[in-house]
């Protein structure tokens, strides 16, 4: 009988700790070849609607599945995960998946974090203050000893509602501030997560030692990042090279400009499998790139 998950069921189980032990777990089995995740796939619809579906399969844990949701204007998003079994093709489970996504979302920064940020990064910088931004905080809270950030957004009021609700939540001091430059000031850990279609983060910002999570910007005309951020970032990873080639505009527009080669953009399976170093040294400045798998 096939399970069926709220996303208040789906709550009650789902903790940060077990979606970073769980995607930690899932790149590592990627970088051994035991588990493949093709890049999303979007059909576009009449007035603007899109249908995106991403799928993944694990042979080694014994599941497959997809992640589906459609984007009509006008209307709420709704996220949905299948779950088959790779033995039978049964349907094992149907889940509402739209807090799930964003802590998933989060729990790979935060492994990407725990494999490239410095061990002993402490302070925070977040530009965007949606719900995206709040499981991208809490993820690095878990893998590194943060003690403080701040953070940055367009709108003062959501800021300010931001850095009281999650300071309570995290413990730590989050203070709003009134630019990106601000923001990021000796910051040791850098969260890149909006809606802009323009780069909010610039190079010239950026100082030794620093991790940038980028996550927001995942179609070919959105940068999060100018030129400049991405081409003195010193070790590149994505989460997956392929769908980056085809989203990540971060790297897209440097890669045609010729300030970086995909070459040297590294997959987060191979860091974690350990084919690929995360960092070479601790005045490195390294950025992951998030487009979102399965």
Same mark, same amino acid.
């Given at each position: 009988?096939?399970?069926?998950?709220?996303?208040?069921? *789906?709550?009650?189980?789902?903790?940060?700790? /077990?979606? =970073?032990?769980?995607?930690?777990?899932?790149?590592?089995?990627?970088?051994?070849?035991?588990?493949?995740? +093709?890049?999303?796939? !979007? %059909?576009?619809? +009449?007035?603007?609607?899109?249908?995106?579906?991403?799928?993944?399969?694990? +042979?080694?844990?014994?599941?497959?599945? =997809?992640?589906?949701?459609?984007?009509?204007?006008?209307?709420?998003?709704?996220?949905?995960?299948?779950?088959?079994?790779?033995?039978?093709?049964?349907? /094992?489970?149907?889940?509402?998946?739209?807090?799930?996504?964003?802590? &998933?979302?989060?729990?790979?920064?935060?492994?990407?974090?725990?494999?490239?940020? &410095?061990?002993?990064?402490?302070?925070?910088?977040?530009?965007?203050?949606?719900?995206?931004?709040?499981?991208?905080?809490?993820? %690095?809270?878990?893998?590194?000893?943060?003690?403080?950030?701040?953070?940055?957004? !367009?709108?003062?009021?959501?800021?300010?509602?931001?850095?009281?609700?999650?300071?309570?939540?995290?413990?730590?001091?989050?203070?709003?501030?009134?630019?990106?430059?601000?923001?990021?000031?000796?910051?040791? *850990?850098?969260?890149?997560?909006?809606?802009?279609?323009?780069?909010?983060?610039?190079?010239?910002?950026?100082?030794?030692?620093?991790?940038?999570?980028?996550?927001?910007?995942?179609?070919?005309?959105?940068?999060?990042?100018?030129?400049?951020?991405? &081409? !003195?970032?010193? *070790?590149?990873?994505?989460?997956?090279?392929?769908?980056?080639?085809?989203?990540?505009?971060?790297?897209?527009?440097?890669?045609?400009?010729?300030?970086?080669?995909?070459?040297?953009?590294?997959?987060?399976?191979?860091?974690?499998?350990?084919?690929? +170093?995360?960092?070479?040294?601790?005045?490195? %400045?390294?950025?992951?790139?998030?487009?979102?798998?399965?």
């Amino acid at each position: 009988m096939t399970l069926y998950l709220t996303e208040s069921e *789906v709550n009650e189980v789902l903790t940060m700790e /077990l979606a =970073l032990e769980t995607v930690e777990q899932a790149f590592r089995l990627m970088s051994e070849g035991g588990a493949t995740n +093709p890049p999303r796939s !979007r %059909i576009r619809l +009449p007035a603007g609607g899109l249908f995106n579906f991403m799928c993944a399969a694990a +042979p080694g844990a014994g599941v497959m599945g =997809l992640k589906a949701y459609g984007v009509a204007p006008g209307n709420p998003v709704k996220f949905y995960v299948q779950l088959f079994s790779t033995e039978t093709g049964e349907l /094992l489970a149907l889940l509402e998946a739209g807090d799930l996504g964003q802590v &998933r979302t989060g729990a790979a920064s935060g492994v990407a974090t725990k494999y490239m940020a &410095r061990e002993d990064a402490e302070t925070v910088g977040v530009i965007g203050s949606g719900y995206q931004a709040r499981t991208q905080l809490e993820a %690095i809270c878990n893998v590194r000893p943060i003690k403080r950030a701040r953070v940055f957004s !367009r709108n003062a009021e959501r800021r300010e509602r931001f850095a009281t609700r999650m300071g309570e939540r995290l413990g730590i001091d989050i203070s709003p501030v009134e630019s990106g430059e601000e923001c990021v000031a000796d910051a040791d *850990v850098v969260i890149v997560m909006t809606s802009a279609n323009r780069p909010v983060l610039n190079g010239e910002w950026l100082s030794e030692g620093m991790h940038i999570n980028a996550a927001g910007a995942n179609h070919w005309m959105r940068r999060e990042l100018n030129g400049d951020a991405v &081409r !003195r970032s010193d *070790v590149i990873v994505a989460d997956d090279i392929e769908q980056a080639k085809m989203e990540c505009g971060d790297l897209i527009y440097p890669a045609e400009l010729g300030s970086i080669r995909w070459e040297q953009v590294r997959s987060l399976a191979d860091v974690v499998g350990g084919s690929a +170093p995360g960092r070479n040294s601790d005045a490195d %400045i390294t950025l992951f790139e998030s487009q979102g798998l399965a």
